[in-house]
């Protein structure tokens, strides 16, 4: 059994991996480049990787989505095009790792956590102080349909930094505040985190005993995280944001290319 393959000391990382995970992806996305490269260290094999990650991360989405809804920072509906349109493509992109081999997702996950860091490195964020949706969106519900369909399937498919997406085109399809982005991407998150959750367990590719332990790490750290991103804004959320992916970009690039 895997529960009894980790040693004690492997946990402990693991659950302080998901604490740090919770924290940042409740401010700016990507949680997940710190869960997934870290399970895989762990040897879990990339299947049971994604999957573990789903239900830890569903932990911690959960908490930063309610966070953010009790202090009216996302309307469901506003964004019921953008939730079910995420969760439909969130279970076609889990259907489709369950096709994939192996050793094809051990080649994929690193390349792909590798160009969303860099991706949401550069990526613009709005900075504007306004908390309310702008009023004139045009072509609101294509793009709101099209967002979901395609960043719930990335979410189902790999799944790491698919906050980070949310949040980036968010500002660029809407020009919202960054703190209700961070509302919008949390919650959008969560929609295609549990669906891709259910997902992997009827495929049977969840550990449920280290995603629940790893969750209420995640949980705890979410729940902190937006409430620091509530209280301090993007003087918080944009720094902390560059250096997460920084960091993770480099050490990524560095184990994929020189090791």
Not at 234 to 251: G, Q, Y
């Amino acid at each position: 059994m895997l529960e009894l393959a980790l040693d004690p000391s492997t946990w402990a990382i693991l659950c302080a991996v998901a604490f740090a995970a919770g924290f940042i992806d409740a401010i700016a996305g990507g949680g997940g480049l710190l869960t997934v490269p870290a399970l895989l260290t762990a040897g879990l094999p990339p299947h049971l990787v994604l999957g573990t990650n789903k239900l830890a991360a569903s932990f911690g989405s959960l908490t930063a989505s309610v966070t953010y809804y009790k202090k009216q920072l996302f309307n469901p509906s506003f964004w019921k095009k953008s939730i079910a349109a995420t969760a439909l493509g969130a279970l076609l992109g889990t259907l489709m790792v369950d096709f994939l081999s192996t050793e094809m997702l051990n080649k994929l996950l690193p390349l792909i956590i590798i160009l969303v860091a860099l991706y949401s490195l550069f990526g613009r964020l709005n900075h504007g102080d306004s908390v309310k949706m702008p009023e004139n969106i045009p072509h609101l519900a294509p793009k709101q349909i099209g967002q979901g369909l395609s960043l719930g399937f990335f979410d189902g498919l790999a799944g790491p930094g698919t906050g980070a997406f949310w949040t980036a085109s968010n500002a660029y399809l809407y020009k919202m505040n960054l703190l209700l982005n961070c509302g919008v991407a949390r919650s959008m998150n969560f929609v295609s985190n549990v669906v891709s959750l259910a997902a992997f367990v009827v495929l049977g590719h969840v550990n449920f005993l280290l995603g629940i332990t790893m969750g209420a790490f995640l949980m705890f750290g979410a729940w902190l995280g937006a409430h620091s991103a509530i209280k301090f804004g993007s003087k918080l959320i944009k720094p902390l944001f560059n250096t997460m992916v920084i960091i993770l970009a480099s050490k990524l690039i560095y184990e994929a290319y020189f090791v």
